[in-house]
């Protein structure tokens, strides 16, 4: 499995939720926002890809497998210690499951059965109207159909988070852009 494209969605993904850069995620700053960041990436990486700790260390900075072990037991101290957080981790690897299966080529296996992708869904509306019409006797849903519904779902939220951070980006400069003073006319 090529992992660099699964890493660097990752780090990419980490560094939107923690507004951070990706040379700040690599840094050998120690602020709390950075390491919290860097230790999620980690967790993350060693929970969604199969690279070693030395290639996680890596691509995090060139730093070594002692340190990623320690990031990623960081990041899991307070996964089992705090429910707010391994509910947003949770929700966090969710949304890279998706992406990350959508940028292999073919199709990931779950249990040994193909997993179809949000974008291989023809008409994701109509599963929707036959869960909200349908006689579960007569037209029960497949597991497939369930998770597509699910994968499509997360891959909404996903476009819609990265609008609403757009939308909020071009508003501050929108601001920013009418506090400025107007050019006088030569």
């Known amino acids: 499995m090529n992992y660099w494209r699964p890493y660097k969605k990752i780090l990419e993904v980490i560094c939107r939720e923690h507004d951070v850069t990706l040379l700040d995620l690599k840094s050998s700053s120690r602020l709390p926002e950075f390491v919290l960041a860097r230790s999620e990436a980690c967790w993350l990486a060693k929970s969604l890809t199969d690279m070693s700790l030395s290639n996680i260390g890596h691509g995090m900075g060139g730093r070594d497998h002692a340190t990623v072990t320690n990031l990623i037991n960081k990041a899991q101290a307070k996964v089992d210690k705090d429910p707010e957080y391994r509910l947003r981790l949770g929700e966090l690897k969710s949304r890279l499951e998706v992406q990350i299966r959508g940028t292999g080529s073919g199709h990931q296996l779950v249990d040994g059965q193909p997993v179809l992708q949000p974008e291989e869904c023809k008409d994701p509306l109509g599963i929707a109207r036959r ?27 996903d476009e819609l988070r990265r609008t609403k951070g757009l939308a909020t980006q071009m508003s501050g400069l929108l601001k920013q852009f009418g506090e400025m003073p107007a050019a006088k006319a030569g």
């Open 131 to 157: 869960i909200l019409g349908r006689n579960a006797s007569k037209n029960p849903l497949t597991t497939n159909e369930l998770e597509l519904l699910a994968r499509y779902l997360l891959a909404a939220d």
